[in-house]
């Protein structure tokens, strides 16, 4: 299944690699599971840069009911539990609201400076 996607990138600049490797990643990774398993047509893409940090908003118009856990509490994972632990690697942090019947909203924020290191984008753009 296809799933026609809408960018919007207002970046500032490049990221340092580490975050870059991520924005790239869980944008393709959440299109990807648009398409796969919530039946989406569409997805939204934003990612806007905000000061100190880099918000990457994906929505799609699928069926929803995606969880990184489920709620039945079978401690199982889904492979949503992977995007968050890269995105909590460089301190950022991971939202998903996605009622069943959809739509699915993924909200990342990643910050534009290395952890512990005050050091951020890699080449200005």
Known sequence: MTVDVDPAVEAGGRLAPAQESIAYFTVAELVTNA???ARATAAYV???ALG???RIRVRDDGRGGAHVVPPDGSGL???LAGLVERVRSV???FDLSSPVG???V???TLPTTLPGTGTGAA???
């Open 123 to 125: 080449d200005p753009a």
């Open 102 to 104: 959809g739509p699915t």
């Open 35 to 37: 398409a796969k398993h």
């Open 52 to 54: 100190e940090t880099v």
């Open 91 to 93: 301190d950022g942090t």
């Open 77 to 79: 994972r889904s492979g």
């Open 106 to 108: 993924v909200t990342v």
């Open 46 to 48: 934003l990612v806007e």
